[in-house]
């Protein structure tokens, strides 16, 4: 009874983090048409915000995981929240003297504090617990991580896209300071209170001690496990995809031929789209204590793809509700693939995670193939590039995950 209590008061604790990053995370979204805004851009430069924000975890997810090992995942947690704070207090200077590659700078910095995060509680909620409901409890802390991205376009509407259009340059470019510095005090507060709570080692949980009785033989590295690498290519897609459909959400329902909304009003509709990934996150949570997990992949890859479809395809508000209700079909991807590619890793499991993570450089790659081919094909035709994302996921689904799994005892 008591390690139960102590693995609920951690489960809360943790799932603060998947709130604390999901809310700097979806503020991207509303940063994207703001640089647009602010520095006249196109598409494609616009989505270097993406770019530099999710190519941190490729570039800092293994020294995450080296700090992690060295430091232990408390203090790891820590650095990591203070170097998000830090991240977003760099967006005074940037503001200031207005200048494009010192914003990206910041995000770097931000993001690296979010890696750190995602290396540490990711694998940690997953072994909180016995093995078999760990894809039921990533999706109920995703669930809370998705309040969070409701929350934040509304947020990010009203504190840093409301009336900046015609504004002077030095004016729209002060709409992020008082927000960024307000976050970074929430976020040093609560790498406080991470400094000063009691945590249960993760080497010490009893479904880590089961999973490192696994049987591994013959595999000498996480590059022996086929269904592990299929599925980093699985998160890498995933991401992309959900990173491209929000990024350009204000700008595709800004069309003419869509809705016609100004970025103000636009930005509030991603609210829809996360409230989607919110409320699928919940209900899946249930769902997954009576179905398969790659089974509920499969059907969300579908619906994702017609909905798709039908937003390049058609128009008005069809092509836009579309669009929006492909968030419902994201909710239970992250952690249905991701407890799927971990399974059975055994002693590889952390490296696996670690892995994992780094895949989430495709919410950095994806949107940029996005953003290129906007600029010459029309952004509407260019959500082509999230469909094939999608279709790898139906594959990673059906086939994918079990590519090389010795079946266990």
């Given at each position: 009874m008591t390690n139960k209590n102590n693995y609920q008061t951690a489960f809360f604790f943790l799932v603060s983090l998947f709130f604390m990053w999901a809310f700097l995370t979806a503020l991207n979204d509303i940063l994207v048409p703001y640089v647009k805004e602010l520095f006249d851009f196109g598409y494609t430069e616009a989505a270097?915000?993406?770019?530099?924000?999710?190519?941190?975890?490729?570039?800092?997810?293994?020294?995450?995981?080296?700090?992690?090992?060295?430091?232990?995942?408390?203090?790891?947690?820590?650095?990591?929240?203070?170097?998000?704070?830090?991240?977003?207090?760099?967006?005074?200077?940037?503001?200031?003297?207005?200048?494009?590659?010192?914003?990206?700078?910041?995000?770097?910095?931000?993001?690296?504090?979010?890696?750190?995060?995602?290396?540490?509680?990711?694998?940690?909620?997953?072994?909180?617990?016995?093995?078999?409901?760990?894809?039921?409890?990533?999706?109920?802390?995703?669930?809370?991580?998705?309040?969070?991205?409701?929350?934040?376009?509304?947020?990010?509407?009203?504190?840093?896209?409301?009336?900046?259009?015609?504004?002077?340059?030095?004016?729209?470019?002060?709409?992020?300071?008082?927000?960024?510095?307000?976050?970074?005090?929430?976020?040093?507060?609560?790498?406080?209170?991470?400094?000063?709570?009691?945590?249960?080692?993760?080497?010490?949980?009893?479904?880590?001690?089961?999973?490192?009785?696994?049987?591994?033989?013959?595999?000498?590295?996480?590059?022996?496990?086929?269904?592990?690498?299929?599925?980093?290519?699985?998160?890498?897609?995933?991401?992309?995809?959900?990173?491209?459909?929000?990024?350009?959400?204000?700008?595709?329902?800004?069309?003419?031929?869509?809705?016609?909304?100004n970025s103000e009003s636009a930005s509030k509709y991603l609210s829809f789209y996360w409230g989607g990934l919110m409320v699928g996150r919940f209900i899946g949570a249930a769902i997954l204590q009576k179905m398969k997990s790659h089974t509920l992949l499969a059907i969300m890859a579908v619906a994702a793809i017609l909905f798709l479809l039908t937003g390049v395809t058609m128009s008005g508000w069809v092509a836009g509700w579309a669009i929006i209700l492909i968030g419902f079909c994201n909710s239970i991807m992250w952690s249905n693939i991701f407890t799927l590619a971990i399974d059975g890793l055994g002693k590889f499991t952390s490296k696996g995670s670690g892995l994992l993570v780094m895949a989430i450089v495709g919410g950095a790659i994806v949107p940029l193939i996005h953003g290129f081919l906007a600029d010459r094909i029309g952004l509407q035709t260019s959500y082509l590039v999230a469909i094939v994302c999608y279709l790898y996921i139906l594959f990673y689904a059906m086939k994918g995950y079990q590519i090389g799994k010795t079946k266990t005892a």
């Open positions: 270097l915000v993406q770019f530099c924000f999710f190519g941190a975890f490729f570039l800092m997810g293994y020294p995450a995981s080296v700090v992690l090992d060295r430091f232990g995942y408390k203090t790891g947690i820590v650095i990591g929240l203070s170097l998000m704070g830090i991240g977003a207090l760099l967006f005074y200077p940037a503001s200031v003297v207005v200048y494009y590659p010192l914003f990206l700078g910041a995000l770097f910095v931000l993001a690296t504090g979010v890696t750190m995060l995602q290396v540490a509680a990711n694998p940690y909620v997953a072994v909180l617990g016995a093995p078999e409901t760990a894809a039921s409890r990533l999706n109920l802390a995703q669930g809370v991580n998705s309040i969070a991205k409701v929350l934040a376009p509304l947020f990010g509407s009203a504190l840093i896209l409301s009336g900046i259009e015609g504004l002077p340059q030095e004016q729209q470019a002060e709409a992020v300071q008082m927000p960024y510095i307000g976050l970074a005090v929430a976020l040093f507060a609560l790498a406080g209170v991470f400094a000063f709570i009691n945590l249960p080692n993760i080497r010490d949980l009893d479904s880590v001690k089961e999973s490192n009785k696994v049987n591994v033989a013959g595999k000498n590295s996480i590059f022996d496990f086929p269904y592990l690498l299929l599925g980093a290519v699985a998160i890498f897609m995933y991401v992309g995809a959900e990173v491209t459909i929000a990024s350009f959400m204000v700008s595709f329902l800004g069309e003419e031929n869509i809705a016609g909304l």
